[in-house]
């Protein structure tokens, strides 16, 4: 599977935009159906037309989600249409997975309705749907979904949303997945448990779009607001800082570095005062504490562009501690993206990289910028010179065509 790269000096057609279509050929393509240049483009994104040539020729990856969200704004298109569809759709496990997305959008309709005739069978319990949502194994989670979303209720819907809403974002199915998270709210504040409205809270939060701009970051504060009154729980303690943890990304993809750290701040002091999640991993399942805030960070400092900060606060963290691949393999993808940022680290980088797809091969294939990263690698990287574990990277990404 190569990418259908144009010719040089001929822009891509409609069609050539495909799941193999990197960010900087989006970019190139949408620029130019926009008429404007590279340096107009630069002025309106606030970025410099060096970067934006590096981009689209693909010795650069967008490194920052703020980056991706100026240059959307910039062409008036949204960040999916500048990064496309996750995954490859020939890719047997995301195919098995997207088969379920007609059968779980009938479920959120007819839930949201109240027609819930016809349930289909379920194909698993909610203990279940978790293990697979947090072992981002999409293919096994996706079919739980249907009947679940139509036959739970309570605390059931809550946690069957939680995974609901992952799934369907790494699918690339944004507005299901939001609606999925506005069922879990409805779900959680019947129950008047102010702990299990925190956990949907958060997820509603992390269904919002990235170029929403503030408005994730306010869902969020106002939220940790409502259940901060409650904090003395230690359950609620753990949805309060997992609010702030979303605050704090979502303010440095706004390019606001003081909010982010102030609510990185908020969180530690939750994390500090609970220690690390028992073997149960706490409320629903968060892991919240010392470590996950640390693999947090992490995410924060390299959005933030803190990129060798990032990289040394990570020699400190031990993602193992928590035992689910929904942590572990989000530290070493951010981790290895940090690496190749530096131009100078990219045998590490290539190695975090495979690490986290052993321990989470369809969430990271299913990430576009993990295809770019290993692109713009291989295009710095001597042709007699790829390393057996770069040409296997590039293998699991669809970059064998590079190889030769």
């Avoid at 069957?160 to 790494?170: H, N």
């Avoid at 309060?240 to 570095?257: D, E, W």
């Avoid at 770069?390 to 970059?399: D, K, N, P």
């Amino acid at each position: 599977m190569t990418a259908p790269f144009a010719r040089k000096g001929q822009p891509l057609m409609p069609q050539h935009l495909t799941a193999d279509t990197s960010i900087g050929e989006r970019l190139a393509y949408w620029r130019q159906r926009r008429g404007k240049t590279q340096t107009v483009l630069a002025g309106l994104s606030g970025l410099s037309q060096a970067y934006i040539s590096s981009i689209e020729n693909g010795s650069r990856v967008v490194e920052k989600r703020s980056t991706l969200v100026a240059l959307a704004s910039a062409l008036q298109v949204s960040v999916a249409e500048l990064t496309g569809k996750p995954g490859d759709p020939t890719d047997p496990m995301r195919s098995r997975a997207v088969a379920h997305v007609p059968a779980i959008r009938e479920a959120l309709i007819r839930r949201e309705m109240g027609y819930a005739n016809g349930l289909p069978a379920l194909v698993g319990d909610v203990n279940s749907l978790t293990h697979a949502g947090q072992a981002y194994d999409f293919a096994a989670a996706a079919p739980m979904l249907p009947g679940l979303l139509l036959t739970c209720t309570g605390i059931d819907m809550v946690r069957t949303c939680q995974q609901g809403v992952a799934v369907l974002k790494y699918l690339g199915y944004s507005d299901l997945s939001r609606d999925a998270a506005n069922l879990g709210v409805t779900a959680a504040r019947d129950l008047e448990d102010p702990a299990w409205v925190g956990v949907a809270e958060v997820n509603h939060v992390n269904s919002l779009p990235t170029e929403l701009g503030d408005v994730p970051v306010t869902v969020a504060s106002r939220a940790a607001d409502e259940v901060q009154s409650s904090a003395g729980d230690p359950r609620v303690r753990q949805a309060y800082g997992m609010l702030h943890l979303h605050a704090a990304i979502r303010s440095a993809t706004n390019r606001r570095p003081g909010d982010a750290l102030a609510h990185l701040d908020e969180a530690q002091q939750a994390a500090d005062s609970l220690g690390e999640p028992d073997d149960q991993l706490g409320l629903a399942k968060l892991a919240f504490g010392p470590t996950n805030v640390g693999i947090w960070r992490l995410t924060v400092l390299r959005e933030m562009g803190d990129t060798e900060r990032a990289i040394e606060g990570a020699k400190e963290i031990v993602p193992e501690r928590i035992p689910l691949a929904s942590r572990q393999a989000p530290f070493y993808l951010d981790l290895a993206q940090a690496l190749a940022s530096s131009g100078k680290r990219d045998d590490e980088a290539v190695a975090a990289f495979l690490r986290a797809e052993a321990i989470a091969p369809q969430f990271v294939r299913l990430r576009p910028v993990v295809r770019d990263t290993i692109a713009a690698i291989l295009y710095r990287t001597r042709r007699n010179a790829v390393s057996r574990p770069l040409r296997r990277a590039a293998e699991l990404v669809g970059l064998q065509g590079r190889l030769h």
